[in-house]
Nanobody, 120 residues
Framework: QVQVVESGGGMVQAGGSLRLSCVASKIFAEIITMGWYRQAPGAQRELVAAITSGGSTNYAGSVKGRFSVSRDNNAKNTVVLQMNSLKAEDTAVYYC?????????????WGQGTQVTVSS
C-alpha cells in the first residue's frame, strides 16, 4: 500500500523557519511531481510549491522568495520544503502530494498532513 508521510511541522514565531519533509514509499509507478499543499481553517486547499521529476518548480505567489522546494538526491522519493521568513498567514495544515503515472493512468497520493503554526 502506498505510503506518503510528512514530518517537520510545528510552531514557530513570525520570521522563523521550518523544514518539512515528505517520503513516499511503495509506489510502483513513475513519479511525475511531488509537492506541498496547505489548508487553513475555513479555506480551500491550495498549492504551495511543487517540483517535477525534471527539477522544474512552481510556487504560489505568496511564498515566492521565502519557501524553497527540492528533491533529496540522497533519499529516493523524498521532497523537502524549506520555509523561511514565516508569517502568521502561513499557518495551516500542510499536505504532501505525489502525482504518479503508470500505464497511461495518472493518480494522486496524499499524506496525512502536518500542522504549521506561526505566531505573530
Amino acid at each position: 500500500q502506498v505510503q506518503v508521510v510528512e514530518s517537520g511541522g510545528g510552531m514557530v514565531q513570525a520570521g522563523g523557519s521550518l523544514r518539512l519533509s515528505c517520503v513516499a514509499s511503495k509506489i510502483f509507478a513513475e513519479i511525475i511531481t511531488m509537492g506541498w499543499y496547505r489548508q487553513a481553517p475555513g479555506a480551500q486547499r491550495e498549492l504551495v510549491a511543487a517540483i517535477t521529476s525534471g527539477g522544474s518548480t512552481n510556487y504560489a505567489g505568496s511564498v515566492k522568495g521565502r519557501f524553497s522546494v527540492s528533491r533529496d538526491n540522497n533519499a529516493k522519493n523524498t521532497v523537502v520544503l524549506q520555509m523561511n521568513s514565516l508569517k502568521a498567514e502561513d499557518t495551516a495544515v500542510y499536505y504532501c502530494n505525489v502525482q504518479t503515472r503508470r500505464l497511461g493512468q495518472s493518480r494522486d497520493y496524499w499524506g496525512q498532513g502536518t500542522q504549521v503554526t506561526v505566531s505573530s
